[in-house]
């Protein structure tokens, strides 16, 4: 390496800057890195304030080629938009073939650098290749989608020195970005997409379904403006058999637009191409309806109005956040009056969910008479109904929650030898579909009742590997949240639920995928936000413990519930304001509002649920 060879150990400085977005280069600090030998991973920069912003600087002056990868490596963790102090260590040719849109590829810690071979030709310097080497997390792909990953990683980055101003620059390597699991953490955001349920009925009150489609953008690089190309772009590849979108096909922001903000008035205005000059006025409004919902967790306050603007600069339609709840709702629209669980008469009751009330009540209709003995149960949506589980977990129920209501017959029996091989905890979908599984090792089935009632129709599971131990269904009806149990382990898996109308009508779950693979047993889990499940486990040989996950498999930011002993059974409400409940072995049943502690309801319960 020319005057500074491996083993020269000399120390060189690299400058770090960090911009606070008001024009100037605030803090330059000095931080030193070996000129010679291997690059060890790092996390270039750690987790700063939501309002700082963090820029690297180019290679300076006659920069060895260590200093160049470790500079590289630190500029893709900036926040610069188009990365264009990262393009500044690449040669010219280089420039023009890297896509750093193209992927994200998050690993455990900042990327090894190994120096693999120096080539000499003729005496003298030539190249260099460095193998990046880590564990991954996760790969974000070029829709934005997250996927967890925990293979192994090595890309290889190899440098030449340049003929004409003597400097070495990278010459090859790997598409995307690749950065350490913090640096992760700090550059992105999780943000929900929107789009409309395509097989679910209208909510009561006419409005269209909608489905979140999670995706990560970098939080301080114009996320509002990202967010709307992504969304126009259409859904995630594993969400879009299921959704449609308002949009004409080839619709994007016009071109010129960089930037979307919401002005004084917390407005925000989207200028569209061509292809959405001639939409109606119903069809703007649902699609002001999606950006909206899109908008709403982008800013402290919200967005209260977007205005959506033809090609030429006129107006198409304005829709306000009052109007948007009334052309689109989040899953069924309904709001828990409710919660409910299993008393120790082995009774249906239930509880305010308003003002954290401690009496409960037996349910009206047969369920909650006590004739019944049951161990689970599930609410519909609209809280009418209610399907009951026997107390030996043989028998599925299904009444009205009407006073003085009788019980039939049971919907659906299970031939399971013990308890623990029959039925499952029900589910009511958003369409007042109820869902359960038999666990019967001889015949294991995922079943639908439609409307609760009538011959179960056995749904077709392709990719299953394992038997369905508990069953959740999203309010959207098009995602579903399964515990699969294989070789004494239990995983946590959701699945894209697609419905065929025809002459013999079919519903099949496809692409499951596990979101919790850091869990070795799952126990329960319940919906718990539009793209997010409150869920209990462990890790390998790890004690019990309680956490939010993700649909897409990643962490959200902020805490997990608080610990919770001996947690039997969760229940969850997709509206997050409401509190979560648990059963607990010691304390029966308890309630977890936001900012407060674990709060004892009733000893002697068993079983919450919130309608779903």
């Not at 990953?149 to 070495?168: E, F, G, I, N, P």
């Not at 908008?295 to 006129?314: A, C, H, I, K, Y």
């Not at 919906?527 to 939010?548: I, K, N, P, T």
Request: charge should be negative.
């Amino acid at each position: 390496m020319g005057a500074d060879r491996e083993g020269s150990g000399r120390l060189r400085p690299v400058r770090v800057g960090v911009y606070l977005g008001c024009g100037a280069l605030l803090l330059t600090g000095c931080a030193s890195m070996p000129d010679s030998g291997d690059l060890r991973g790092v996390e270039s920069t750690p987790r700063q304030d939501s309002q700082v912003r963090v820029f690297a600087l180019p290679p300076r002056e006659d920069a060895r080629p260590a200093e160049i990868v470790q500079g590289f490596l630190e500029a893709l963790t900036s926040d610069d938009a188009q990365y264009k102090t990262a393009l500044k260590y690449l040669t010219p040719a280089a420039r023009k073939t890297w896509d750093p849109f193209s992927s994200t590829t998050v690993l455990t810690d900042g990327p090894d650098a190994n120096r693999q071979q120096q080539v000499n030709a003729d005496g003298s310097d030539g190249s260099y290749s460095y193998v990046l080497a880590g564990t991954k997390v996760a790969t974000v792909n070029d829709q934005h989608a997250y996927t967890p990953d925990s293979a192994s990683y090595h890309a290889t980055v190899h440098l030449t020195r340049q003929k004409d101003t003597k400097q070495w620059r990278i010459d090859g390597l790997p598409q995307g970005v690749v950065m350490g699991n913090s640096d992760f953490q700090r550059n992105y955001v999780s943000v929900n997409k929107y789009y409309f349920a395509s097989n679910a009925p209208a909510g009561s009150a006419g409005q269209l379904g909608t489905v979140a489609d999670p995706v990560y953008v970098r939080e301080k690089v114009d996320p509002m403006t990202e967010m709307a190309r992504a969304l126009l772009k259409g859904p995630t590849r594993w969400l879009d058999p299921v959704v449609t979108s308002s949009f004409p096909s080839g619709t994007d922001l016009k071109e010129g637009v960089t930037s979307l903000s919401p002005d004084d008035r917390n407005r925000v205005t989207v200028p569209l191409n061509r292809r959405a000059d001639h939409v109606n006025e119903a069809q703007c409004e649902r699609m002001a309806a999606q950006l909206l919902l899109t908008f709403r967790d982008l800013t402290p306050t919200g967005v209260d109005e977007v205005e959506l603007q033809r090609s030429n600069g006129s107006r198409l339609c304005v829709l306000t956040e009052n109007h948007a709840e009334i052309i689109a709702s989040h899953g069924t629209a309904e709001h828990p009056q409710f919660e409910y669980f299993i008393d120790g008469k082995q009774r249906l009751v239930r509880l305010s969910s308003v003002g954290g009330g401690k009496e409960s009540e037996p349910v009206p209709g047969a369920l909650g008479d006590g004739d019944r003995k049951l161990r689970a149960a599930a609410v519909s949506r609209d809280e009418d109904s209610a399907a009951g589980v026997s107390a030996d977990g043989s028998s599925l129920y299904v009444g009205s929650l009407v006073s003085g209501a009788s019980l039939g017959d049971a919907v659906l029996r299970s031939q399971g030898k013990t308890p623990q091989d029959r039925l499952t905890t029900p589910s009511w979908d958003g369409r007042g579909d109820l869902w359960v599984a038999d666990r019967d090792p001889a015949k294991p089935r995922l079943l639908l009742l439609g409307k609760g009632a009538g011959e179960p129709l056995q749904v077709s599971t392709p990719g299953l590997d394992g038997r369905v131990q508990a069953v959740r269904v999203a309010a959207d009806g098009v995602r579903i949240a399964l515990i699969v149990e294989k070789d004494g382990k239990s995983s946590l898996q959701i699945g894209r639920i697609d419905r065929d109308a025809g002459e013999r009508p079919s519903v099949s779950v496809f692409e499951l995928h596990s979101v919790a693979p850091q869990l070795e047993e799952v126990t329960a889990m319940s919906w718990a936000g539009d793209s997010r499940l409150v869920v209990v486990g462990r890790e390998s040989e790890g004690v019990l413990q309680m956490r939010y996950v993700q649909v897409d498999g990643s962490t959200p930011v902020g805490a997990a519930p608080s610990a919770l002993t001996g947690v039997k059974e969760i229940a969850a409400s997709e509206d997050e304001r409401l509190p979560l409940v648990a059963h607990s072995e010691e304390d029966g049943i308890v309630r977890l509002s936001s900012g407060e502690q674990w709060q004892k309801v009733v000893k002697n319960g068993t079983a919450p649920v919130y309608p779903g």
